[in-house]
């Protein structure tokens, strides 16, 4: 009676969440926390009643699943008794629902299958039972259960562990899903029950996809045993033809049949790539009806999953050692013809994306986001072709090409569609190797791509800008894809055409005119930039002025925020350095406007980082001769970026305005107005550090490092109103907040090492006591390899601005000898994992200085720690690599998709940032070699030759090199 009270209880309570009134709703969800551990178990019985309407159940399915999948992981939230409960009932519960809850609670089985199979909770005998059952729609719900389940293997590697499992799958399921699938097709073909067939379809698809699942780590004996049962059940689906829609869907979604077809491409495609062998039998035939299946394919988007999925497949035959049966011309002649260009022949629907989503067109055409569509993949069978028979697939492939060209008329309307084939099929055809930032690299060389560009893509360019902007937008793409394989002296004739296309109204064309542009502006000859700013400044005038102006395109909305324009922007400005001088207030102007009108309602995080990369290089390039011009950017962008530092709305442009304050005061080099005074208290509020004060924590995030390089800059330019405005409290708040986080504790240590360096000893010393004992707190409440790491390099610091018995008395202060014992549990143990070069000798300097300048050190009982220390420093200059410069154009071609996916959070402005430490410290090798010679003579026990046998004793690569380093 309790129990069915508590369900009751339950139901009511399910009801109040779906309520209109937000009063009941909140005290509805605070009650159902209560129920904790019981819930999962009164849930299911719930379920079970027929007491209950639909609504309340789907809502007690879903609170089900989400319960399962936050707390199964974790053995103390729910207890045994319940757990075995729900795995008892859970299986033929979900078989007994309805299909809208039986998709939610067969989720919950994945979740706990995923945890418990097989060792806690083997399933397989119960479900495999239900699979006997003459009702299709308990079969299906088997199926899902177990295709859910076995997609796992796709992603594991092949160990004992995982092939004992599916061993034990196996040996229960092998011989049913195959009898089934036999059933299934037989009882398709008899059509007794028409009405059954989307069922029975929906079966066959789900044992499609398990097989693939089962196979994909290795081939089982039995499926290798029945490979020509399967194999004629794989042709029959896809050599099925109908016209029913239940079947093949409409003209605008696929059906279940398309998703049957296509599974099975991915089946025998996968069985092509890894079972080659076993499978060559059945191949031929495989292709045919491969073959077939596409030329029976229509051009409606319905059909694209089976045709991605078909092309891929003859494209991996084409690689692979089976690649004969494409050896016959005429047989390559009909691929082209028949599979190759209807594929890459735009169609309605590209067409229409052009026109009414021009940003996804561009996306999935430049940044390579097309890799399932049909162009993508028949160019990828031309290539697949190109592997074993290239001298044949260019002459025919050549030849189609010439007849495409042939067949443009500029005076037929659809004409130009052959035109934009034909160049597609050119790329497909001529390109070897290829990069996103460099273009082609190397070509096919019997294809005439200068013939082509000259000859037809050259008279398009020049035409009519407003005929066919497809076209125009694929004769750009062109000219990009092959800038560097086109004569080089061309850019002086390109660059005009450029511009004159940011005037294009068609969103895609002035995007891929300004892509031309700056891909142009990064073209490297052996690490040199082929066109500098002497050849580009000619055009400056007139590239500049267009780009701005396509970021006013009436005709398109978009534009206003069109990262690629900004990109190109940021890119002229950062080549033609001087020579852009005198269109700099004009720049800047713009720029200044375009943050005013966007800062609260920007989406594109790939413009506004660009944005602000543009104004980092009008700032570098103008102050660079007279750093006091520096105030006629301040007075303009400091109210600007207050309005955006005070609106919630404007997070995304947060870091990058924290970036620019700190770009400005590198370049004042001191002397702070009013306008940084007012903003150092400001940025060093609760708010601006804590998650408990901040709703969007990503938001939150993305501040804290633009934040700490500012505070960094008040302590290396402004130390003295650091310490006058009494702010080293509120900047050592801030820095222990960071020290509490798990995630910011590295830029604790950040900041302290900038205090160290920049700030005098009296100014910050009452506080080091307290400092370390919370550092030495949390390394033994949450010790990591980061906080540990960081610590090290903070030490290292300290100890070279200080001295080192400053040091280790100022910590031994705190506990005796402590300072010992983190030397021999910290640093020593990790200090040859750090990775930076410039941290490396930092801290080689400072075992140095502790092992010749420490008296502490120099006493008997540390003459363990002394010989490491001496050892670990040898280790460390000696070790690691060069830290990797990157040229500023690499650093500057930030790739837009990156950023796009990463909005709120802290993307580094590469123009903007600070020059990169380089170690200017004293000589850590010289300082031991003298050291070591004056410890000698004061003492003899520190004889060289004891020393040397000391240490190549414990190391020999460390005695070597002191044995070099002596000579």
Not at 68 to 91: H, Y
Not at 180 to 191: A, C, D, R, V
Not at 707 to 716: D, G
């Amino acid at each position: 009676m309790e129990e069915e009270a508590n369900i009751q209880t339950l139901a009511f309570y399910l009801e109040k969440t779906l309520s209109h009134d937000a009063t009941h709703r909140v005290k509805a969800e605070a009650y159902l926390k209560k129920f904790n551990k019981e819930f999962s178990r009164l849930s299911l019985i719930l379920l079970q009643s027929q007491q209950y309407p639909i609504h309340i159940k789907q809502t007690s399915a879903v609170l089900f699943k989400n319960f399962v999948r936050t707390c199964w992981s974790d053995r103390s939230a729910i207890p045994e008794p319940d757990r075995q409960f729900i795995r008892e009932m859970l299986p033929d519960l979900m078989l007994s629902l309805p299909p809208v809850l039986q998709k939610i609670i067969g989720t919950s089985l994945t979740y706990i299958a995923a945890i418990d199979f097989p060792h806690r909770w083997n399933l397989l005998p119960q479900l495999v039972n239900r699979l006997d059952s003459s009702e299709v729609g308990v079969r299906n719900g088997v199926l899902k259960t177990f295709n859910s389940i076995f997609k796992k293997f796709r992603h594991q590697y092949k160990t004992d562990e995982v092939l004992i499992e599916l061993k034990l799958i196996l040996e229960h399921l092998q011989e049913p899903l195959l009898q089934i699938f036999k059933m299934t097709i037989q009882q398709i073909e008899s059509s007794q029950y028409p009405s059954n067939l989307p069922a029975l379809f929906q079966s066959a698809n789900l044992l499609s996809k398990i097989f693939y699942s089962l196979n994909y780590i290795d081939l089982p004996e039995y499926f290798e045993d029945h490979m020509a049962e399967w194999m004629q059940g794989f042709r029959f689906f896809l050599n099925y033809q109908t016209t029913d829609q239940g079947i093949v869907g409409d003209n605008y979604s696929h059906g279940v049949l398309q998703k049957i077809q296509s599974a099975i491409l991915k089946n025998t495609n996968l069985y092509v790539e890894k079972y080659e062998t076993e499978f060559v039998p059945y191949l031929q035939t495989l292709v045919e009806d491969t073959w077939k299946l596409l030329t029976r394919l229509s051009q409606l988007e319905k059909d694209d999953l089976v045709a991605t999925s078909a092309i891929y497949f003859l494209t991996s035959v084409a690689k692979s050692v089976c690649h004969e049966i494409f050896k016959e011309e005429e047989t390559l002649n009909t691929i082209c013809q028949s599979i190759v260009i209807p594929n890459i022949t735009l169609r309605d629907e590209d067409i229409e994306q052009f026109e009414d989503d021009p940003r996804e067109y561009v996306r999935r055409d430049v940044e390579g986001s097309d890799a399932a569509t049909r162009r993508r993949c028949a160019s990828e069978l031309v290539k697949g072709l190109r592997k074993h028979y290239e001298g044949i697939v260019t002459n025919i492939f050549n030849a189609h090409i010439k007849n495409l060209l042939d067949s443009y008329d500029p005076n037929r309307a659809d004409s130009w569609k052959a035109k934009d084939a034909a160049l597609y099929l050119t790329s497909a055809l001529a390109v070897h190797t290829e990069t996103g930032s460099a273009g082609v690299l190397s070509a096919n060389q019997n294809v005439p791509i200068a013939e082509i560009f000259h000859s037809h893509v050259v008279p398009e360019l020049t035409g009519d800008i407003s005929r066919a902007p497809i076209l125009k937008a694929s004769c750009l793409k062109f000219v990009n894809s092959f800038r560097r394989v086109l004569p080089g002296d061309l850019f002086d004739q390109l660059f005009p055409v450029f511009v004159k296309y940011l005037n294009s109204p068609s969103f895609v064309v002035h995007s891929y005119a300004s892509i031309c542009i700056e891909r142009y502006l990064i073209i490297l000859d052996d690490g040199v930039v082929r066109y500098d700013g002497s050849r580009l400044q000619p055009h400056l005038n007139s590239v500049m002025a267009g780009l701005f102006n396509a970021l006013k395109n009436q005709s398109s909305q978009e534009s206003l925020e069109n990262h690629y324009i900004m990109r190109a922007i940021m890119r002229v400005l950062h080549v033609a350095q001087d020579a852009s001088s005198t269109m700099l207030p004009e720049c800047f102007t713009q720029l200044v406007n375009i943050i005013k009108l966007i800062y609260n309602k920007s989406v594109n995080a790939s413009f506004v980082h660009f944005l602000f990369e543009s104004l980092s290089c009008i700032m570098r390039i103008a102050c660079k001769a007279n750093p006091a011009i520096i105030q006629e950017f301040e007075e303009p962008l400091f109210p600007i970026f207050m309005q955006v530092l005070g609106d919630d709305d404007a997070d995304s442009f947060q870091p990058y305005v924290f970036q620019i304050v700190r770009l400005m005061m590198e370049i004042r080099g001191g002397g702070l107005s009013q306008h940084y005074t007012d903003l150092l208290q400001t940025i060093t509020k609760r708010e601006y550090w804590d998650p408990k004060e901040k709703e969007d924590l990503a938001a939150l995030q993305g501040n804290i490092q633009a934040l700490v390089e500012l505070v960094k800059a008040y302590l290396m330019y402004a130390p003295d109103f650091v310490i006058s405005s009494g702010s080293i409290e509120p900047i050592l708040g801030v820095w222990r907040k960071l020290l509490s986080s798990l995630v910011n504790d590295h830029f604790a240590f950040e900041l302290s090492r900038s205090i160290v360096n920049h700030l005098p000893l009296n100014s910050y010393e009452q506080f080091l006591s307290l400092k370390f004992q919370l550092i030495f707190t949390r390394l033994q409440e949450a010790k990591t390899a980061k906080l540990v790491n960081s610590f090290i390099i903070f030490l290292a610091t300290f100890i070279n601005k200080h001295g080192p018995e400053y040091v280790v008395n100022r910590i031994n202060n705190i506990q005796k000898d402590i300072f010992f014992m983190v030397m021999q549990s910290l640093w020593i143990p990790n200090c040859q994992r750090i990775s930076s070069r410039f941290d490396r000798l930092n801290i080689a300097l400072a075992m140095v200085r502790m092992a010749v300048q420490c008296p502490l050190f120099l006493q008997e009982s540390y003459s363990e720690l002394w010989l490491n220390s001496i050892i670990g420093a040898i280790l460390l200059i000696e070790t690691g690599k060069e830290d990797h410069q990157e040229s500023e154009l690499e650093q500057a071609s930030v790739h837009a998709g990156d950023l796009a996916a990463n909005a709120n959070t802290f993307s580094k402005l590469t123009i903007a940032s600070g020059v990169k430490e380089v170690f200017s410290g004293e000589d850590p090798r010289a300082l031991l070699i003298n050291g070591l010679k004056q410890l000698q003579n004061n003492e003899p026990r520190f004889a060289i030759n004891n020393i040397l046998q000391m240490v190549m004793s414990v190391n020999q690569q460390a005695g070597t090199v002191l044995q070099t380093y002596l000579q």
